[in-house]
C-alpha cells in the first residue's frame, strides 16, 4: 500500500492535473462509466462535527474508493483546517488497499477544478469580471482556477465578515488582477461570472439582483438545508450539475425543486456537455448556473492523479499492509 501524506500531495498536485482528472470523471460519470455511491453525512455529536464518506467506482480509470473526513467548527482555534479527509484507494480487481492519500488540499483542489470546468463550459467568452460570495480558504484556490478558464481583469468580492476579504484580495492582486469589495447587489451588477462558496443556510443572492448573461457556479451547497442563492434565481437560470441526485437533496437547487419550481429532469449534467451531448451556454443572454455539490469520484481522481505523479517520482511511502 502506498502512502502519500497531505503535506506531499500539496506539494506534488497542481491545479491543471486536478482540473483535467476531475474534468475526465466527469465525462465517464455522464457515459455511465463510473458511479458515485450513495453519500453518508452525520452530525456525531461531539466537537459540534459532521462526519461522513463519499466513495465511488470510475470503471473508465479502474478508480475505486472512498473519502471519509468531515466538518470541525472548532479546529481553527487549534492551528488546523476545520475541513479534514482522507482518500482510501482500492485494487478493483481484489479489493485489496492499494493507497491512503492526505484529502484536505486535494479537496480544495478538486472543488476548484469543478468551478472552472463550469466556467469553460458555460461563461460566455468575453467574461471579463469575476465575482466572488465569499472569502474563506476555498476562496483563494476558486480564483486561481477561474482565471485559467476566462481572460478576467477584475475581481469584486463580499464577505460576511469583511476582514477577511484582506487575504482573498492579496491572492487577487497577486495573480495581477484588480479587487474591489462591494455589496452584493453591486457585486451582482458588475460580474460576468459568479462563484459562491460559502456554508450559508439563509440565501446570498436574489433573482433581481443577478443580470442577464451571468454565470453562477454555485460550489458550497453540499448539505441538505445549506442554500446559496435564493430558489427563484435557480428556477431563472439553465441549471447545470455534477450529480442530479445530489443536486436535487443535497445541493443547490434542493429547494426550487422541493418548491416545485423547478423539475429534476430540467437539471443537465455538466459531463454531457463536456461530451458534447448536450449543449452549454444557449445564448449570451441566458442565466447559467453551475450547482456543484461535491462527488466522492472527484476525490477518487485527484487521489489517483497525484499517486501517479508520487510514484513516478519515487516520493511517498510503500507500507505492507
Given amino acids: 500500500m502506498f502512502v502519500v501524506s497531505e503535506k506531499l500531495a500539496a506539494a506534488l498536485m497542481t491545479e491543471a492535473a486536478g482540473f483535467e482528472a476531475v474534468e475526465a470523471v466527469f ?4 457515459r ?11 452530525a456525531i455529536g461531539h466537537a459540534d462535527a459532521l462526519y461522513g464518506f463519499k466513495s465511488g467506482f470510475d470503471r473508465a480509470g479502474l ?21 479534514q479527509s482522507t482518500v482510501f484507494l482500492f485494487d478493483p480487481n481484489t479489493g485489496r488497499p492499494t493507497a491512503v492519500v492526505g484529502g484536505n488540499y486535494l479537496t480544495a483542489i478538486r472543488t476548484a477544478a469543478a468551478s472552472a ?33 476566462r481572460t478576467f481583469d477584475r475581481v469584486v468580492a463580499w464577505n460576511l465578515h469583511p476582514e477577511m476579504l484582506d487575504g482573498l484580495e492579496k491572492t487577487v492582486r497577486d495573480l495581477g488582477l484588480a479587487f474591489e469589495a462591494m455589496e452584493r447587489p453591486s457585486l451582482c451588477a458588475e460580474a460576468d461570472v459568479i462563484i459562491t462558496i460559502t456554508s450559508s443556510h439563509d440565501p446570498l443572492l436574489s433573482a433581481e439582483w443577478v443580470r442577464s448573461g451571468t454565470h453562477l457556479a454555485c460550489m458550497g451547497t453540499d448539505t441538505k438545508g445549506k442554500m446559496e442563492v435564493d430558489r427563484t ?10 450529480a442530479i441526485a445530489q443536486s436535487v437533496t443535497i445541493g443547490e437547487s434542493q429547494h426550487a425543486v ?8 430540467a437539471i443537465t449534467l455538466i459531463g454531457d456537455v463536456i461530451n458534447g451531448i448536450q449543449p452549454g451556454r444557449a445564448s449570451v443572454e441566458e442565466i447559467t448556473l453551475f450547482d456543484g455539490t461535491g462527488v466522492g469520484l472527484q476525490d477518487l481522481a485527484v487521489a489517483r492523479a497525484v499517486v501517479a505523479i508520487a510514484v513516478e517520482r519515487g516520493l511517498g511511502e510503500a507500507v505492507e499492509f
Wanted: no cysteine.
Fill in 27 to 30: 465525462a465517464a460519470m455522464a
Fill in 32 to 42: 455511465g462509466e463510473a458511479t458515485n455511491f450513495p453519500v453518508i453525512r452525520e
Fill in 63 to 83: 478508480t475505486l474508493g472512498l473519502k471519509s473526513g468531515g466538518y470541525w467548527p472548532g479546529n481553527a482555534a487549534k492551528g488546523l483546517a476545520n475541513h
Fill in 117 to 149: 470546468i463550469s466556467i469553460k463550459y458555460l461563461a460566455r467568452a468575453d467574461s471579463r469580471t469575476l465575482g466572488v460570495v465569499g472569502a474563506g480558504h476555498q476562496s483563494h484556490f476558486q480564483v486561481r482556477a477561474a482565471v485559467t478558464q
Fill in 233 to 242: 434565481l435557480v428556477a431563472k437560470a439553465s441549471v447545470f450539475t455534477d
Fill in 258 to 265: 422541493g418548491a416545485g419550481l423547478l423539475a429534476a429532469d
